[in-house]
């Protein structure tokens, strides 16, 4: 079972980028299929974006389609989350997760995550 590191969060201001980063430990990293999500204060755990394993299939959430680009490096052991046009409304702790082979939108399909990383937009 893989372990998930997450970096690069940060306070930026609306239209700005940032790139997360998620270095995972072990030998299988390109067996895993890796998500991003997010959550805000008072709401629940929200998909953002998801990698098959390899260099699998890509899936975005409607909300972050053509601003977030998701993607890895199998030899590195980690995931990218790059955020592109950011909005108030990005403003969460951002997780990684993984599960074996095929991503899911639903956090509860993941066995392991994160400890987060905070991002914040502000005007």
């Known amino acids: 079972q893989v372990q998930l590191a997450e970096s690069g969060g940060g306070l930026v201001q609306a239209g700005d980028s940032l790139r997360l980063s998620c270095v995972a430990s072990g030998r299988t990293f390109s067996s895993y299929a890796m998500g991003w999500f997010r959550q805000a204060p008072g709401k629940e755990r929200e998909f953002v974006a998801s990698m098959d394993w390899g260099l699998g299939n890509i899936y975005y959430a409607d909300s972050v389609e053509g601003r977030f680009t998701i993607s890895r490096d199998n030899p590195k052991n980690t995931v990218y989350l790059q955020m592109n046009s950011l909005k108030l409304e990005d403003t969460a702790t951002y997780y990684c997760?993984?599960?074996?082979?095929?991503?899911?939108?639903?956090?509860?399909?993941?066995?392991?995550w994160g400890q987060g990383t905070q991002v914040t937009v502000s005007s």
């Open positions: 997760a993984a599960k074996r082979y095929y991503s899911s939108t639903s956090p509860g399909a993941y066995d392991t």
